[in-house]
């Protein structure tokens, strides 16, 4: 069974920084490239950052460039995404999402909330 | 990159059917294959209905189905469900290889 677990949010002050870990099971993990999707409350999903099945290409959205960074560790089925310089507006439900291929996000994990406030 | 537009709500009596619209531009949706769909209940995580314009995922009901004209594509749900009432979102690859969403549809069956 595919799963996909994201944990590390929670509380931080603006300006600070937090590391998401999303473990991932059940499938061949450096064959895939992950993504990361975020959802303000209340709010539709955004699209964030995603990165090749090697760690070699990364993309991130306009609105967290320079400020975050996606990686992974095959040797331990596990994507990442350093968060600095986080802001009020970063505020939202994380997902990390498998693509099956060419944009097919076809498994989600359950999200970590990260929380910007001071 | 700006979101795909999407209507805010749309609604239908159970068996009749609906059409969600997806609007980009020919910067992402109408110059790619690459647009997906997602269904969302609330506090649940999105799930994927259709990918690649007009294809379902095994499991998936053919009562979804998908299509592209332009720089628009559309989800159908034929035969509405109430299990159907949840939030539906389109993404499209765009061409500085990234994604972008659509802002979301609240599909009420009434």
């Known amino acids: 069974e595919v799963q996909l677990v994201e944990s590390g949010g929670g509380l931080v002050q603006p300006g600070g920084s937090l590391r998401l870990s999303c473990a991932a099971s059940g499938f061949t993990f450096s064959s895939h490239w992950i993504h990361w999707v975020r959802q303000g409350p209340g709010k539709g999903l955004v699209w964030v950052s995603r990165i090749n099945e090697h760690g070699t290409d990364k993309m991130y959205a306009d609105s967290v460039k320079g400020r975050f960074t996606i990686s992974r560790d095959n040797a331990k089925n596990t994507v990442f995404l350093q968060m600095n310089s986080l802001r009020a507006e970063d505020t939202a439900v994380y997902y990390c999402v498998r693509d099956e291929a060419l944009w097919r996000l076809d498994y989600w994990g359950q999200g970590t909330l990260v929380t910007v406030s001071s | ?110």
């Open chain 2, 1 to 110: 990159q700006s979101a795909l537009t999407q209507p805010a709500s749309v609604s239908g009596s159970p068996g009749q059917s609906i059409t969600i619209s997806c609007t980009g531009t020919i910067r992402d949706v109408g110059g790619y294959k690459y647009v997906s769909w997602y269904q969302q209940h609330p506090g649940k995580a999105p799930k994927l209905i259709i990918y690649e314009i007009n294809n379902r995922p095994s499991g998936v009901s053919d009562r979804f189905s998908g299509s592209k004209s332009g720089n628009t594509a559309s989800l159908t749900i034929s035969g509405l469900q109430a299990e159907d009432e949840a939030d539906y979102y389109c993404i499209s690859f765009t061409f500085i290889n990234t994604g972008v969403f659509g802002g979301g549809t609240k599909l009420t069956v009434l």
